[in-house]
T-cell receptor, first 117, second 114 residues
């Protein structure tokens, strides 16, 4: 079975500072990796995903994550955060089953990012 | 609709009662998932439907939980003899068949068992 660990439950930062939200996973088979974001009073939204190819993936709002197979990590980074980035972020994995992605997602516990002015 | 919808948004019930939670997936999505999110935790998988059939129900905690999707679209999660520990946000997600990785989530139903 696979598991996901998000090392920080809360990360406070000031606006325009860089941020890294850490995610490590454990799995005996190949996985796909995801970051989801949940803004206050909203549902989960897909932020970015790693399925194959380049290990560095980017979102449209400036976040990026790098898949590191040797360290089994998929940390999320942003060089300069905004107040509007305040949200809860979830790292998740699903099994890489023969080129298609089996549906079940396993989530980490979440990291609350709070951006202060 | 444009996204996944769930009703009700909030449900308060008493211990021992029966509840039904409804999920309307995105039109055309053949895969549907239910997750449960307890306070301070990430979502936990409950059950996965491909079409009308439950392809994986390994996350259902016990036989008080049951879900159906009779016509391959709307799904209902049913909880019998509710317990206080069932209190959580129940999330539904859907995706296109064959691309199960890209799941779109609904806003959730917050269930409170008194």
């Amino acid at each position: 079975a696979q598991s996901v660990t998000q090392l920080d439950s809360q990360v406070p930062v000031f606006e325009e500072a860089p941020v890294e939200l850490r995610c490590n996973y454990s799995s005996s088979v190949s996985v796909y990796l995801f970051w989801y974001v949940q803004y206050p009073n909203q549902g989960l939204q897909l932020l970015l995903k790693y399925l194959s190819g380049s290990t560095l993936v980017e979102s449209i709002n400036g976040f990026e994550a790098e898949f590191n197979k040797s360290q089994t990590s998929f940390h999320l980074r942003k060089p300069s955060v905004h107040i509007s980035d305040t949200a809860e972020y979830f790292c998740a994995v699903s099994l890489n089953a023969g080129g298609t992605s089996y549906g079940k997602l396993t989530f980490g516990q979440g990291t609350i990012l709070t951006v202060h002015p | 609709g444009a996204g996944v919808s769930q009703t009700p948004s909030n449900k308060v019930t008493e211990k021992g009662k029966y509840v039904e939670l409804r999920c309307d997936p995105i039109s055309g999505h053949t895969a549907l998932y239910w997750y449960r999110q307890s306070l301070g935790q990430g979502p936990e998988f409950l059950i996965y439907f491909q079409g009308t059939g439950a392809a994986d129900d390994s996350g259902l905690p016990n036989d008080r939980f049951f879900a159906v999707r009779p016509e391959g679209s709307v799904s209902t999660l049913k909880i019998q003899r509710t317990e206080r520990g069932d209190s959580a946000v129940y999330l539904c997600a859907s995706s296109l068949g064959g691309t199960g990785a890209l799941q779109f989530f609904g806003p959730g139903t917050r269930l409170t068992v008194l």
